[in-house]
């Protein structure tokens, strides 16, 4: 059974102060959702403040990315021990945006995925494509850059994020049709690897756009296990609200 995940990526935005005053929002919101993980990655500076205020709750913290080095001269870098030690559960490691600005691969992902591992922090990875159209090719490009070197161990704790770019940020969101498609390729991709029981355990979250009023369509797909939330995350009215969503489908998926 895959237990949805539920995942705020607050990129560049928020403070300790707005930390501080979303969590005391948020929280009782989603006091009796134990349906689902919730995971909050919030910049690296305000980890501190959101590790004490989850403290004691069921929401785990996450950043946004690391280096694969352990430590060293690497100016400006923050490594997976370091964000382990900081008290997160969780990392983002390939989003697009670290992609597109920062020029990430496909091989700096797999390196960052293999040391998030070691640093016993859950990766999630995110794939996507640019434009609409070249979505299995893309796909299949960055599972076998960035995944299929992976060990079978280190396969098994790794959740993905599938990001259509083009649906991220500007309020396009994929249909679910085209997602939960998206999401198959992926998981074909995995079993082809990893064996049919490995693929199958395979959380696979979708992100961009997510809104409350298209959470409900998108979460009823057997193939989308949780989202990766950019905007709407950032307010806790919103982002509760897509922590709340349950379907019959997601009281257990296969
Ligand atoms: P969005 O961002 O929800 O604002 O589209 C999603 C993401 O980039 O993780």
Not at 14 to 34: C, I, M, Q
Not at 70 to 88: L, R
Not at 130 to 155: H, M, P, V, Y
Not at 207 to 233: H, M, T, Y
Request: charged fraction near 20%.
């Amino acid at each position: 059974m895959r237990i949805p995940l539920i995942a705020a990526n607050w990129k560049m935005h928020k403070n300790p102060a707005g930390t501080t005053s979303f969590f005391r929002s948020f929280l009782p919101l989603v006091e009796s959702a134990v349906h689902c993980e919730i995971v909050i990655c919030p910049s690296f500076l305000d980890v501190e403040t959101a590790v004490a205020a989850g403290r004691g709750t069921r929401v785990r913290i996450g950043a946004q990315n690391l280096y694969w080095e352990k430590e060293g001269a690497f100016t400006g870098e923050i490594s997976g021990p370091m964000i382990k030690a900081a008290g997160c559960s969780h990392v983002i490691v390939g989003h697009s945006e670290r992609r597109r600005y920062f020029g990430e691969t496909d091989a700096g992902v797999l390196k960052k995925t293999v040391a998030a591992f070691d640093a016993g922090l859950t990766p999630i990875v995110c794939v996507g494509e640019r434009q609409e159209k070249n979505a299995a090719a893309t796909l299949a490009e960055q599972f076998r850059g960035g995944i299929a070197g992976l060990s079978d161990e280190q396969f098994a704790a790794i959740v993905i994020g599938y990001e259509p770019v083009w649906a991220i940020g500007d309020g396009e969101t994929a249909t679910p049709a085209v997602a939960a498609d998206a999401h198959q390729c992926i998981r074909a991709q995995a079993k082809e690897r990893f064996g049919a029981a490995a693929a199958n355990q395979l959380r696979i979250l979708y992100g961009g756009s997510v809104k409350p009023d298209n959470a409900g369509k998108l979460l009823a797909e057997p193939e989308i296990d949780g989202f990766l939330v950019g905007g709407a995350s950032l307010d806790p009215v919103s982002f509760a609200e897509l922590v709340n969503f349950q379907t019959d489908v997601h009281a257990g998926h296969a």
